[in-house]
């Protein structure tokens, strides 16, 4: 498995990662935006008209939250679960067609 932990995404996709009970959004950094403005990209009810609670209840519903890390389309409303590796978001978007395994071809 590789030890690269950076995992590179579209803004409307969220990772989370599900431990002891909780819930955890892991935070990102936007590189490119279009927007002429500052825009809180966390406020998921301004952007996508759904609210965190919805997002963690959906994502519960896939099975049954387990322990791992998950990957909510908040544009589409699609979840995920990516397994409990990181290595498994990555995965997951090259699945759904964003990124590529080596990122130089």
């Keep these: 498995m590789s030890t ?26 936007l590189f490119y935006s279009k927007l002429p403005f500052a825009v809180d990209m966390n406020d998921f009810k301004l952007l996508y008209g759904i609210s965190k609670q919805q997002v963690a209840i959906e994502l519960f519903r896939i099975n049954g ?5 998950y990957l909510a389309d908040l544009r589409q409303k699609k979840y995920y679960y990516c397994g409990a590796e990181v290595e498994g978001v990555k995965t997951k978007l090259r699945s759904l067609g964003i990124g590529r395994e080596d ?3």
């Design 4 to 29: 690269d932990t950076n995992v590179y995404h579209p803004d409307y996709y969220r990772v989370l990662e599900r431990r002891d009970g909780k819930w955890f959004l892991k935070l990102g950094e």
């Design 65 to 69: 939250g387990i322990s791992g890390y």
């Design 103 to 105: 990122p130089m071809d």
